[in-house]
């Protein structure tokens, strides 16, 4: 009875053990599901579907770019006006709230946002998903990315010591 029960209890541990590791290698549904969202999005992005970026916004969507902040229809019409390359999200954390999905990542994109042309170099993004009678809705986002100014022209009447 002695050597079973020695011979039991390391069998048990190893099976608790790989129980545990299978369990946490195992994402969270919350977390793919907030995955799955974001890449969604930035697909509709690539691949133009203005139609389906749309209806997948929630009303009283808001977003900040360093310019200021977007309501949903000045969000669309930069969208309508936005040109961008391949891209590569890295660093996605997921968090959320019930109804909620919270996502935080960079993303390398070579992007042109009302007519200036950004570098690829990562940058920082929010994006959140608030799920609305059992379907997720984009209700913010962040684009956390400089954009430089443009430079005005000045006409040949202009004199710079007059500003």
Not at 27 to 47: D, F, H, R, S
Not at 73 to 82: D, G, P, S, V
Request: net charge negative.
């Amino acid at each position: 009875m002695i050597k079973t029960k020695k011979f039991i209890q390391p069998i048990i541990f190893v099976i608790l053990i790989s129980l545990l590791s299978i369990s946490c290698e195992q994402e969270m549904p919350e977390t793919q599901e907030g995955e799955a969202q974001v890449y969604q999005l930035w697909n509709n992005l690539k691949q133009k579907n203005f139609e389906i970026i749309e209806k997948s916004m929630a009303s009283g969507f808001q977003s900040i770019h360093q310019y200021g902040a977007n309501d949903l229809e000045a969000e669309m019409k930069l969208i309508y006006n936005l040109e961008m390359s391949d891209y590569t999200i890295t660093d996605l954390i997921i968090t959320s709230n019930e109804d909620l999905i919270i996502a935080t990542y960079f993303v390398s994109v070579a992007e042109t946002i009302d007519g200036v042309r950004l570098s690829k170099e990562p940058a920082p993004r929010m994006t959140i998903f608030i799920q609305i009678d059992d379907e997720w809705k984009w209700i913010a986002h962040a684009n956390l990315k400089p954009i430089p100014e443009k430079v005005e022209e000045h006409s040949e009447g202009d004199n710079d010591s007059e500003h």
